[in-house]
């Protein structure tokens, strides 16, 4: 069915701040998401719905059962299949908005290929659950003069930032070092879907402010908030410090890859090898790992269980590997089923 993008839009355009011409912005408007898990999901859900002409989903992550509780784009098929979230979110995205382009991208940002992931948009939203790539998308926004909203929940509490460069304060002005170390994940302090999609509308309206113009009622402030305490809180993120390496140096050490392991820690008891170069083929190789263990595979994922571990592999020959937090065990296997 073929829907007029009047009738689709008719109550955003009644709001009068957007209006016709708001619509039309936000059709031309193109926009990347690092991560599509859960915040990655509420804001890509908003954005599409809101008719954000060109989505880039960049995930390079699968879907999970646990995974239901509040990623929105997700249902118990994907996560049955192993579907990589990308795929599944451009799915869901196409059965309930055919007018706009999604452009779906099973990828791990990383500084060899930022340039090609978020080049050619006009801003990039933070779905990820980490520093590390946020301070990837930082320096690339910052180096770009591209605009970026960071955005982040945990247990029942979530902050939220617009950075424009040159404009405002970036991720590095405000915190200089990432909080390593001591940083709780959604994966040991659990989270609430509802602290998660409250961030996410909140980063999802800050984006359509930015796309249709709005540049003045963008909010210049750390935001902070805990649906559980409600408390809320907001601290004045300012101009660009000149201290700051991003902003006042120009010293772009994540763009630069300084630092940047091989192999991370990805999410609780897992490992992922960061390998891109390596094309894998999924039907030659399940014949191969067939005698050591269970293996199933589709167009977009290899799964082998081999006790007590689990391998998730990409087509790049990128790998996710559950049930150890030892990188020399995640490398020996990888090393030994799929290559060294
Ligand atoms: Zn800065």
Wanted: overall charge neutral.
């Amino acid at each position: 069915m073929k829907i007029s993008s009047n009738e689709r839009y008719s109550r955003q355009v009644l709001f009068t701040a957007i209006g016709p011409e708001g619509q039309e912005h936000l059709a031309r408007g193109r926009v990347a998401v690092v991560g599509c898990g859960a915040t990655g999901s509420a804001l890509v859900n908003l954005l599409a719905r809101s008719g954000v002409g060109f989505l880039r989903v960049i995930d390079r992550d699968y879907v999970e059962p646990s995974n239901l509780q509040r990623q929105v784009l997700f249902d118990e098929a994907d996560a049955a299949e192993s579907l990589p979230k990308a795929i599944a979110a451009a799915r869901k995205i196409r059965s309930f908005n055919s007018d706009i382009v999604v452009e779906e991208r099973v990828a791990d940002l990383a500084p060899e290929n930022c340039s090609e992931l978020l080049s050619g948009v006009d801003l990039i939203l933070d779905g990820t659950d980490n520093f590390q790539t946020r301070y990837l998308i930082n320096d690339y926004a910052v180096a770009n003069l591209i605009p970026w909203i960071y955005t982040a929940a945990v247990g029942s509490y979530g902050v939220a930032m617009n950075i424009l460069p040159g404009e405002t304060a970036c991720l590095a002005c405000v915190f200089p070092e990432s909080p390593h170390g001591t940083v709780e994940t959604c994966d040991t302090s659990g989270i609430l879907n509802s602290a998660v999609n409250l961030m996410a509308s909140i980063a999802a309206t800050e984006a359509i402010k930015f796309l249709v113009g709005a540049r003045e009622a963008m909010r210049r402030t750390l935001l902070s908030w805990d649906v559980w305490r409600n408390e809320s809180s907001e601290v004045k993120g300012g101009r660009p410090t000149p201290a700051c390496r991003c902003c006042g140096q120009k010293v772009f050490v994540h763009l630069a890859g300084e630092g940047r392991p091989h192999i991370t820690l990805c999410g609780r008891n897992s490992v992922q090898i960061h390998e891109q170069h390596r094309p894998v083929n999924f039907s030659e190789l399940s014949g191969r790992l067939a005698p050591h263990g269970l293996v199933k595979h589709n167009d977009f994922v290899l799964k082998f269980w081999r006790e007590p571990y689990e391998m998730t592999l990409f087509p790049d020959g990128r790998a996710i590997i559950k049930g150890t937090t030892d990188t020399a065990i995640a490398r020996s296997l990888y090393a030994r089923f799929v290559g060294s």
